[in-house]
């Protein structure tokens, strides 16, 4: 867990942290300077995960709450019976608006009345960091969106079994590395419906070659299957819960495996969870989108 961030910048800022010229930020340009340290992202490297406590702004927090609850209200479908509590805020975009940044935040903004930033936190607030935990790429995408609602006293319907994100995908579409960010909308633990991530089985250090490579996509996808790859057939026990205040963020990688506890209190659990991808992530076809691909300014 990345400690206290009480006062962690909402957005880029000018500060150098690691060493730029020894291997993991070779590719990223001087302006995306790091709002993570290079011991952070070297932690996400090798489990596969990463808290960063009160990663947004609470005007920002505010609004994604608002949004959250006018899609909900609006709902005719039952969250948990028909949604599996997947609120998504679009549906049937058309092509222009899944590739074109302009398009989807045109289209992004019109869900709701309370949507009007929506775009906008997701490309100031939360891509830098998927930037940086990805490798480089000039191609960043937004890949997709999601709300996950867990009513009061959802019971075990609302949990989630043991997955990793990326098996649901073939071979060819999980060449992508994606990362979802888990954005906790209400604070979040064991009772009222949290996250449990195993983190990666450790590994034999990486040789030096790999690890001055970390950023490069074959390494990338070799050092996060490699882990990945000896979980266990059963989950681990000793898997961590995740406990984390409203606007803290869980960055979990595609291959890390987790799952989720139900909602046993009275109150909703709301979460946000934008997932970006270091490029289009395409069918085996070579083609079709799987989902979105909506590429991010930089
Ligand atoms: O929000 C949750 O409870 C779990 C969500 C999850 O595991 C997922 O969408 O992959």
């Known amino acids: 867990m990345v400690g206290n961030a009480e006062h962690r910048p909402a957005t880029l800022e000018l500060k150098v942290v690691g060493k730029q010229a020894n291997g993991i930020f070779d590719n990223v340009t001087d302006t995306l300077m790091a709002l993570l340290t290079e011991a952070e992202i070297t ?3 090798e489990s596969g995960y990463l808290i960063v406590l009160d990663a947004l702004s609470s005007n920002h927090l505010k609004a994604l709450q608002k949004e959250c609850d006018a899609l909900f209200n609006d709902l005719e479908e039952d969250v948990v019976e028909d949604l599996g509590c997947i609120v998504e805020p ?33 490309s100031s607030s939360v891509a830098p960091y998927a930037r940086l935990l990805l490798p480089p790429t000039q191609d960043l995408c937004l890949f997709n969106e999601q709300y996950i609602i867990k009513p009061p ?7 989630f ?6 098996q649901f995908m073939s071979d060819v579409s999980r060449s992508v590395p994606t990362i979802a960010c888990w954005i ?6 064991e009772h009222n419906g949290t ?23 074959q390494t990338y996808n070799y050092l996060h299957t490699g882990k990945a790859a000896r979980y266990l057939a059963h989950s681990n026990p000793s898997a961590i819960t995740i406990n984390m205040r409203a606007g803290s963020i869980l960055f979990m990688s595609g291959y890390v495996r987790h799952c989720s506890t139900p909602n046993r209190t009275g109150r909703f659990r709301r979460v946000y969870m934008p997932q970006f991808s270091a490029g289009p992530v395409k069918a085996d076809d070579g083609q079709t989108l799987v989902a979105l691909a909506v590429p991010l300014p930089s």
């Open 195 to 217: 996250v449990k991530v195993e983190p990666y089985c450790p590994v034999v250090p990486p040789s030096d070659t790999a690890k001055q490579k970390e950023d490069d996509l």
């Open 153 to 159: 006293h959802a019971g075990p319907q609302s949990a």
């Open 43 to 45: 932690r996400f490297h």
């Open 184 to 189: 906790a909308l209400d604070d979040v633990s």
């Open 90 to 122: 679009v549906h049937n975009l058309e092509h222009a608006a899944r590739t074109m940044y302009d398009v989807y935040q045109r289209r992004r903004s019109l869900v709701t009345e309370a949507s009007g930033p929506a775009a906008s936190i997701i």
């Open 161 to 166: 079994q043991w997955h990793q994100d990326s």
